[in-house]
């Protein structure tokens, strides 16, 4: 276990510095990682709700009510500042999160991921139609904030970004990991085997899902205002449903159920997406799906799941969790 345990670590450590040094080496790469991450906060955040065997397909309304809510303090304070742009950001996507989350925990499964797209399509329309407030389909630029008081340019802004970015990453990894490992993290699990059991143990099987609902909401608008900030815009597209689709995709790519999954996932599809569009701009949709076809057909418990083959380790990023391991084995033999 201690084994297992450092070597864990060991890789997280390396993966941490290499993502960390990549745009000292190649500066281009730093918005393409920074836009990577910051999905991968949202994909973070559909992982809490696949542990309590949950899937959402609305959580990009969460991803964009941070983005926009970020667009209108920068436009009413003048460009605004950094962290004043992502703490308003985080508290809307928290707030939404509590008011839907009351009402969306009461159902499981079909209907609770349905609810989550019903959601996110009237944010959708709301932002699409409301044109002399929202900007319409064409979004609403946001100027580039100040950071601490200091205005930057383009290229140290960038950079400022893509490392605030990863700190935050490296932080809530952290922290969502044992999060999973404390009893209410373990409840989300209890509520996907066996609800009733939870309930006579004398857990509210509402409240455990809630409280990771809200935390996958504020994980979610903390993504968004992040990549919004960075990209200098925020559009309805952001909320559209094939953006929570593009999420819950990653989360099986990377490894459902894990948090380094979650990042890695991001990262591949980002890179993947990127390459694809530039190189084989007719037809890049295409080589992006056979590339991603090609990873889940001889990959099925995902980029975390290969490596576990590959090196015979245990690379979880969350708590040791052996109904997750037995669902991930299960998949495989399939």
């Not at 926009?68 to 950001?89: K, N, Q, S």
């Not at 992040?226 to 995709?249: C, N």
């Not at 076809?293 to 995902?302: H, K, M």
């Amino acid at each position: 276990m201690a084994g297992r345990l450092n070597a864990q670590a060991l890789l997280a450590v390396a993966a941490v510095v290499l993502i960390a040094a990549a745009p000292l080496m190649a500066q281009w790469v730093k918005v393409l990682l920074t836009i990577a991450l910051a999905k991968g906060l949202a994909v973070l955040g559909i992982m809490i709700l696949l542990r309590a065997g949950q899937v959402s397909f609305g959580h990009a309304m969460f991803y964009a009510a941070s983005a926009y809510a970020g667009a209108f303090v920068g436009r009413w304070t003048g460009g605004g500042e950094l962290f004043v742009l992502i703490g308003a950001g985080l508290a809307v996507s928290l707030a939404l999160g509590l008011a839907i989350g009351v009402f969306v925990v009461r159902y499981r499964y079909i209907f609770f991921a349905m609810l989550n797209l019903a959601f996110s399509m009237v944010l959708f329309s709301i932002l699409e139609k409301f044109f002399h407030v929202t900007g319409g389909s064409d979004g609403m630029r946001i100027a580039r904030p100040t950071v601490l008081g200091m205005e930057l340019e383009r290229a140290p802004f960038e950079y400022v970004m893509f490392y605030l970015t990863l700190g935050l990453v490296v932080g809530l990894a952290w922290g969502v990991r044992r999060y999973l490992a404390s009893p209410l993290g373990q409840a989300l699990a209890a509520v996907k085997s066996n609800e009733t059991r939870l309930e006579y143990l004398g857990m509210s099987a509402r409240h455990a899902l809630l409280v990771g609902y809200v935390l996958s909401a504020g994980l979610a608008g903390l993504g968004g205002v992040l990549a919004s900030i960075t990209q200098g815009l925020a559009t309805p597209e952001i909320a559209y449903w094939v953006r929570s689709g593009e999420f819950v995709f990653i989360a099986i790519l990377g490894g459902a159920g894990t948090v380094a999954g979650a990042f890695a996932g991001a990262v591949v599809y980002e890179g993947v997406r990127s390459y694809a569009a530039a190189y084989f701009a007719d037809i890049w949709q295409m080589v992006l799906g056979a590339v991603l076809l090609a990873i889940i057909l001889f990959a099925p418990g995902g980029l975390v799941g290969l490596a576990e083959r590959l090196t015979g380790r245990r690379l979880r990023g969350g708590s040791a969790d052996p109904a997750v391991a037995a669902d991930q084995a299960r998949v495989g033999e399939r």
